[in-house]
């Protein structure tokens, strides 16, 4: 199946159907199932202690499992999540941004389950895994 969203292309459809999480994240690299997202972290993305909040883990694995579905099928406003398993599993390093590896495991009609690992910014171990399933709405 060929990519159907570029980086460039997948970041203006965020920043048009998702203004109020524009800034937040850039898709870095775009391959066939595969997407890889960072989150610019921000003092709005911190909790008390100065590590990066486990809601701002959360959004950047959603919106990644998002953006590897739209990258395969295209712009789809209104594809949702419908089932999200989060492990926070270490401590975000302080001040760093946060990069998402998304691998798409099954692209169906009505489905998407992808696999998100996240990282911060230098270091080897992730700092959360997430695994997510979309809905894709019905084609028109």
């Given amino acids: 199946m060929d990519i159907k969203m570029t980086a460039a292309d997948m970041s203006a459809f965020l920043d048009e159907a998702f203004e109020q999480v524009k800034g937040d994240f850039t898709v870095q690299e775009v391959a066939p199932n595969r997407v890889t997202v960072r989150l610019n972290v921000q003092d709005k993305h911190l909790r008390p202690g100065g590590t990066v909040s486990g809601p ?11 953006l590897v579905t739209l990258a395969m099928i295209g712009p789809q406003a209104l594809a949702v999540t419908t ?5 926070f599993m270490r401590k975000p390093a302080s001040g760093v941004d946060l990069i998402a590896h998304v691998t798409l495991l099954k692209l169906g009609k009505q489905l998407s389950v992808s696999d998100v690992l996240v990282y911060s910014e230098g270091l080897d171990k992730p700092v959360a895994r997430a695994s997510l399933t979309y809905a894709i709405p019905p084609a028109t």
Avoid: P, R, T
Wanted: net charge negative; hydrophobic share 50%.
């Fill in 83 to 87: 089932n999200c398993s989060i492990d």
């Fill in 56 to 66: 701002s883990i959360f959004a950047l694995a959603d919106v990644s499992a998002y």
